[in-house]
């Protein structure tokens, strides 16, 4: 007979199966205990769990996770992720064609998407999609192929072929870091041939991203500045980043398109 711990030890491996990873709260939302008793559990269970930044993994996931943890991304810089979206939600007309791109920033920019109708909305992650498929008004377009968990995005030669054939009037890309001389970049190089054809194909190309990531550089490297038209982002800029956009004639929160 398995003792109530097992069950919980269990219960979190058919969790992690189906989503990857947990926060420590909601694996204690989930069990019905305490933050704590969820420490203690895992700690008996090293063979099977490891904690990462707050969340529970597979102790055989760790390493892939340490690349890129979406799921720890989503609680990271909350508040200038969604004032980066405010800002690029703005810049969308009822009838436009636009691409949401995979991580976590966009998801806000999903969210908001209530008033603006007609819209068709490209998209190719579990994470957007599954919010703008539920609103209302909204036609949607998915990219699909193979699956990776660490953006919970798709990728194929198929989806390639169809973006090709596709019109996008604004393209809202996300970014891991951008460097005034290494460009724009990301920490998934699956993600790349689909940003840049998507940014081959859009008459307008948003980045969308967080000011902390000015400065950085991820692994996955797919535009140089002057391929993107406008950066929405929140308040924390330094004055001198502003200025070297200014001159890289990339306008920083315009107003309209």
């Given at each position: 007979?398995?003792?109530?711990r097992?069950n919980?030890?269990?219960?979190?491996?058919?969790?992690?199966?189906?989503?990857?990873?947990?926060?420590?709260?909601?694996?204690?939302?989930?069990?019905?205990?305490?933050?704590?008793?969820?420490?203690?559990?895992?700690?008996?269970?090293?063979?099977?769990?490891?904690?990462?930044?707050?969340?529970?993994?597979?102790?055989?996931?760790?390493?892939?996770?340490r690349?890129?943890?979406?799921?720890r991304?989503?609680?990271?810089?909350?508040?200038?992720?969604?004032?980066?979206?405010?800002?690029?939600?703005?810049?969308?007309?009822?009838?436009?064609?636009?691409?949401?791109?995979?991580?976590?920033?966009?998801?806000?920019?999903?969210?908001?998407?209530?008033?603006?109708?007609?819209?068709?909305?490209?998209?190719?992650?579990?994470?957007?999609?599954?919010?703008?498929?539920?609103k209302?008004?909204?036609?949607?377009?998915?990219?699909?192929?193979?699956?990776?968990?660490?953006?919970?995005?798709?990728?194929?030669?198929?989806?390639?072929?169809?973006?090709?054939?596709?019109?996008?009037n604004?393209?809202?890309?996300?970014?891991?870091?951008?460097?005034?001389?290494?460009g724009?970049?990301?920490s998934n190089?699956?993600?790349?041939?689909?940003?840049?054809?998507?940014?081959?194909?859009?008459?307008?190309?948003?980045?969308?991203?967080?000011?902390?990531?000015?400065?950085?550089?991820?692994?996955?490297?797919?535009?140089?500045?002057?391929?993107?038209?406008?950066?929405?982002?929140?308040?924390?800029?330094?004055?001198?980043?502003?200025?070297?956009?200014?001159?890289?004639?990339?306008?920083?929160?315009?107003?309209?398109?």
């Open positions: 007979m398995q003792t109530r097992e919980r030890l269990n219960k979190l491996t058919r969790a992690l199966e189906e989503g990857r990873s947990l926060h420590l709260k909601e694996a204690a939302d989930l069990l019905g205990v305490s933050e704590m008793t969820v420490r203690r559990d895992v700690a008996t269970a090293q063979a099977r769990f490891s904690f990462l930044g707050g969340h529970i993994v597979g102790a055989n996931d760790q390493e892939s996770s690349a890129y943890f979406l799921y991304e989503n609680s990271t810089n909350v508040e200038a992720k969604r004032k980066a979206c405010d800002r690029a939600i703005q810049l969308i007309e009822p009838g436009d064609v636009i691409f949401l791109d995979c991580g976590t920033t966009l998801p806000y920019m999903a969210s908001a998407l209530t008033t603006i109708t007609p819209l068709t909305v490209i998209c190719y992650s579990i994470n957007i999609a599954e919010i703008i498929c539920k209302p008004n909204l036609k949607v377009i998915l990219l699909g192929g193979e699956y990776h968990p660490s953006s919970a995005s798709f990728a194929s030669d198929e989806a390639m072929e169809m973006l090709a054939k596709i019109g996008i604004k393209a809202f890309i996300s970014a891991g870091g951008l460097h005034f001389q290494n724009i970049s990301c190089f699956h993600e790349v041939r689909v940003k840049q054809m998507v940014m081959s194909r859009a008459v307008t190309n948003i980045l969308v991203m967080d000011s902390t990531k000015i400065g950085k550089v991820k692994a996955a490297s797919f535009a140089a500045l002057d391929q993107i038209d406008f950066l929405t982002t929140d308040d924390g800029m330094d004055d001198s980043h502003l200025a070297l956009f200014n001159e890289a004639k990339i306008v920083v929160n315009p107003k309209q398109v």
